[in-house]
């Protein structure tokens, strides 16, 4: 598969869905993410604020956008503001944006320096009584310093505060959600090259190697793509290590005899993959460990075929996985069986001893991306399927998990090349 881009027309594409969604008479604020300091010298890897890279296609720090689009003064309805560059500043970390190069990638035609935009905000704020301002509303997000976002709103509440501060976050997670072709194009990609970074370990994976080597093999095989991010952290968990949901240590012997479970995926153009597959070290099931696969692979295959679809919520498809996985935790002789006989909250409570995590996110720019699951699927919204079933006594876990694009009619498994099979595993294993 080539690698897929955006164009500009895609940004402006998103900003024009955007202000159709607006009331009238709105200004809008999106700014970009912190460079975040490490120690000296030194900074985290940069990562775009979600938000501004879906409505400008920007990478860099020090970026604003405002969208005024009543504006009287066309110019002023659209305005990118990006890092001032030097010939200092380049000597040091190379190459920044120029104006004419903001303008190409985003498609915004006013584009002026960061450190104009105060001089300009009167220009910005005078014709609007609405100012719409984002805040990381994704659930998940725990604020622990006061992030670019937070400084921004206190900064523009304190220089107007007549105006009415409104979220944005309801209308962009709104757009979020429902992927464009662009966007669904750019995740394939991300999906494509992790499933060969998962090709590639089933080729190295013996009993012996470390789990970080394994993690090196994938991370090699995205670099060598020129992808040099992960979407997460990956989790290559061998034995009792997959019982861990968050496993990162990665610093295991895999051992003859043991499943090793690998959560990874691919971060291409700030969009995600995520992918889990689980396998055994030495090349072949056991047969206890084949039945906990097969369990977890029926209820997978059971959501993707017969239950995800528009309409649905993900806590509605999250109860119906957890009903089912009962059946297989009965079978296993893990749950007694008179547990099916009982209300839906206990079977849940007992279910969630062996599979503690939902089912399902919303997959996008971020990993665990926007929206609640309580918002009913679309055609365009994609999610993952990840039931599991961990058992700490056994030192034994099974995840398996693949992403799915809602459509019209169900459900497109995106990763449905993806090894998966029991015997597919082995053979490839073999090979
Ligand atoms: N890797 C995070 C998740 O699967 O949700
Ligand atoms: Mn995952
Ligand atoms: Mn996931």
């Known amino acids: 598969m080539d690698a897929p881009t955006f164009n500009k027309e895609f940004f402006i594409g998103r900003r024009k869905a955007l202000i159709d969604s607006l009331p009238q008479n709105s200004t809008i604020f999106v700014v970009s993410a912190d460079q975040l300091p490490r120690n000296g010298?030194?900074?985290?890897?940069?990562r775009q604020n979600s938000d501004l890279f879906y409505l400008t296609g920007i990478?860099?720090?020090?970026?604003?956008?405002?969208?005024?689009?009543?504006?009287?003064?066309?110019?002023?309805r659209e305005v990118l503001f990006i890092r001032r560059s030097s010939k200092e500043l380049e000597k040091w970390v190379g190459h920044k944006l120029t104006i004419d190069e903001a303008r190409q990638i985003s498609g915004i035609e006013t584009v002026m320096w960061y450190d104009q935009f105060e001089d300009n905000l009167s220009e910005l704020m005078f014709y609007s009584d609405n100012v719409f301002v984002v805040t990381n509303e994704n659930m998940g997000y725990r604020r622990f310093y006061n992030d670019s976002d937070y400084r921004f709103i206190e900064r523009i509440k304190f220089l107007y505060p007549l105006h009415n501060y409104r979220r944005l976050a309801t209308y962009l997670i709104n757009l979020r959600l429902r992927k464009q072709l662009e966007e669904i194009e750019v995740i394939k990609y991300a999906i494509s090259l992790t499933a060969r970074a998962f090709e590639r370990v089933l080729n190295f994976v013996?009993?012996?190697?470390k789990e970080y080597e394994v993690e090196a093999e994938i991370i090699h095989e995205f670099y060598r793509?020129?992808?040099?991010?992960?979407?997460?952290?990956?989790?290559?968990?061998?034995?009792?290590?997959a019982c861990i949901l968050h496993y990162i240590k990665n610093n295991s012997i895999c051992e003859d005899g043991q499943l090793l479970l690998m959560d990874f995926g691919a971060e291409y153009l700030n969009y995600a993959a995520d992918l889990t597959r689980t396998i055994p070290v030495n090349g072949k099931f056991t047969q206890r460990q084949l039945d906990v696969y097969q369990a977890v692979l029926d209820v997978q295959q059971q959501m993707i075929k017969q239950h995800i679809k528009p309409g649905v919520t993900i806590d509605f498809l999250?109860?119906?996985s957890k009903e089912l996985m009962a059946e297989r935790l009965v079978e296993l002789k893990l749950l007694p069986k008179k547990i099916l006989h009982e209300s839906t909250d206990t079977i849940i409570k007992e279910v969630n001893k062996y599979y503690p995590h939902g089912l399902s996110h919303f997959l996008g720019l971020d990993v665990h991306d926007v929206g609640t699951k309580n918002i009913a699927l679309e055609p365009g919204m994609i999610i993952t399927v990840e039931p599991g079933i961990y058992i700490d006594e056994e030192d034994l876990g099974v995840r398996l998990e693949n992403d799915v694009l809602i459509t019209e009619n169900g459900n497109l498994d995106l990763m449905s090349q993806i090894p998966l099979k029991p015997e597919e595993i082995e053979q490839k294993m073999r090979g």
Do not use: M, W
């Open 41 to 46: 010298d030194q900074t985290y890897p940069y």
């Open 59 to 76: 990478e860099q720090e020090q970026t604003i956008l405002a969208l005024c689009p009543n504006h009287p003064k066309e110019k002023f």
């Open 206 to 209: 013996r009993p012996g190697v």
């Open 225 to 241: 793509h020129g992808v040099r991010n992960v979407a997460y952290q990956s989790i290559i968990a061998s034995g009792k290590n």
């Open 318 to 320: 999250n109860q119906k």
